[in-house]
């Protein structure tokens, strides 16, 4: 049974950072791209970055460019979401989430960030 | 980026009865493949989204054939045949043939009357 759990979520004020984490079972890790998804009262769900396989290529959404860095581990089947330099408007729940056949086929149970003084 | 449209933004049904949610793409959803990768979600109250549909029609394991997929270039519909209390919640149309930034429907409310 495939298995996504995030961690690392919190209160940060605007300009803090945060480092999200999610750790993956149940399939083969190391053979997969990987994505980051937000989702906000406001503006619903938003696809916020990709890493393929091997961390070679790694895409963006144009919000977080320059602040956000995704990355993974996998030795540990472990995904990562660095956040610097945060903003009020980066406040969401973040899923990580698999994206094959252009879709995302399975979720995190997600982790709330709030940036906020 | 392509912007992906849903109507209606709230739908209360009746149990038993059917109900119908439109999605429309600013650009064409065919990819280069031939393939149109246009997907379907529910999130029920406090949890996380689940697929339902892929690439337009095609039914995920576990989703009852009560729930359907349709459409083309553009238009998308997702019916729910006879709506069931487990299917309160929020639905999104995402497209996936844009890459890499993926987006999706601003979501529609089922909710029972």
């Known amino acids: 049974e495939v298995q996504l759990v995030e961690s690392g979520g919190g209160l940060v004020q605007p300009g803090g950072s945060l480092r999200l984490s999610c750790a993956a079972s149940g399939f083969t890790f190391s053979s997969d791209w990987m994505s980051w998804v937000r989702q906000t009262p406001g503006k619903g769900l938003e696809w916020v970055a990709n890493?393929?396989?091997?961390?070679?290529?790694?895409y963006y959404v144009d919000s977080v460019k320059g602040r956000f860095t995704i990355s993974r581990d996998n030795a540990r089947n472990s995904l990562y979401l660095q956040m610097n330099n945060l903003r009020a408007e980066d406040t969401a729940v973040y899923y990580c989430a698999t994206p094959r056949s252009s879709s995302f086929d399975y979720w995190g149970q997600g982790t709330l960030v709030t940036v906020s003084s | 980026d392509v912007v992906m449209t849903q109507s209606p933004l709230s739908l209360p049904v009746t149990l038993g009865q059917p109900a119908s949610i439109s999605c429309r793409s600013s650009q064409s959803l065919v990819h280069s493949d031939g393939n149109t990768y246009l997907s379907w979600f529910q999130q029920r109250p406090g949890q996380s989204p689940r697929r339902l549909i892929y690439?337009?029609?095609n039914r995920d394991s576990g989703v009852p054939d009560r729930f359907s997929g349709s459409g083309s270039g553009t238009d998308f519909t997702l019916k729910i045949s006879r709506v069931e209390a487990e299917d309160v919640g929020v639905y999104y149309c995402?497209?996936?043939?844009?890459?890499?930034?993926?987006?999706f429907g601003q979501g529609t409310k089922v909710e029972i009357k």
């Open positions: 995402m497209q996936g043939t844009h890459w890499p930034t993926w987006t």
């Open positions: 890493i393929k396989e091997d961390g070679s290529e790694k």
């Open positions: 690439r337009v029609s």
